[in-house]
Each structure stands twice: as C-alpha cells, then as structure tokens.
C-alpha cells in the first residue's frame, strides 16, 4: 500500500523550467525505484525517468535527457523532476510511480498537467 501524490505542474512557456514532485506515504519501506512517466492526449503513457530509492541510479527517456533531473529526498519520500528547457513536445500529465521489491511500476499518482506553449 503505497501512495503517491504529485504536484508543481503548470503552464509555462517554451525555454521555462518547472519542478514537479512527488509524495509517498503508506509501506514504502519496500520500494526499489521511482519514476516519472508521462502521457500526453492520443499517446500511450511513455517512461521519463527513473531513480532507484536507495542507490540513486538515474535513467531518462533519450527525449529528455540533459534537459530533466530526477532526484529523491529518501528522508521525506519525495521524489522531484526538475525540467528544465521545455519544449512543446513535454505537454503532458505527468505521473509518479513507485515499484515493490522489484522493479515493476505498481503504485501511481493521479498525475499533474503539464503545459508548454510555443
């Protein structure tokens, strides 16, 4: 049983950053990774980063490698996507997830919209 709820999503323009995070509560004394996906309207939901909860081992998307940093706070299960320089293509609802033991995705978030103008 683990919660995640996100915020920090918004309307920016093309260039801005925006920082997203995300709460855990509930049993998360089990968890091996977070991570961020996305789904933007007509798409499928696509992977944008991961970081493993206790290593810190980082992967991105190839799409938003060098311009988005995934980090987590292990003391306050918080988990945060700093994006910076954000195009068009990142408007999307931004999801947390959180895995078990392994390292599926079991547990997600309600999601946040983000909104990148041109």
């Known amino acids: 049983q683990v919660q995640l709820v996100e915020s920090g999503g918004g309307l920016v323009q093309a260039g801005d950053s925006l920082r997203l995070s995300c709460t855990a509560s509930?049993?998360?004394?089990?968890?091996?990774?977070m991570g961020w996906f996305r789904q933007a309207p007509g798409k499928e939901r696509e992977f944008v980063a991961r970081?493993?909860?206790?290593?810190?081992?980082?992967d991105y998307a190839d799409s938003v490698k060098g311009r988005f940093t995934i980090s987590r706070d292990n003391t306050k299960n918080t988990m945060s996507l700093q994006m910076n320089s954000l195009k068009p293509e990142d408007t999307a609802v931004y999801y947390c997830?959180?895995?078990?033991?392994?390292?599926?995705?079991?547990?997600w978030g309600q999601g946040t919209q983000v909104t990148v103008s041109s």
């Open positions: 509930g049993r998360t004394s089990s968890t091996y990774a």
């Open positions: 970081i493993t909860w206790s290593g810190g081992n980082t």
């Open positions: 997830a959180a895995t078990g033991a392994t390292s599926g995705f079991d547990y």
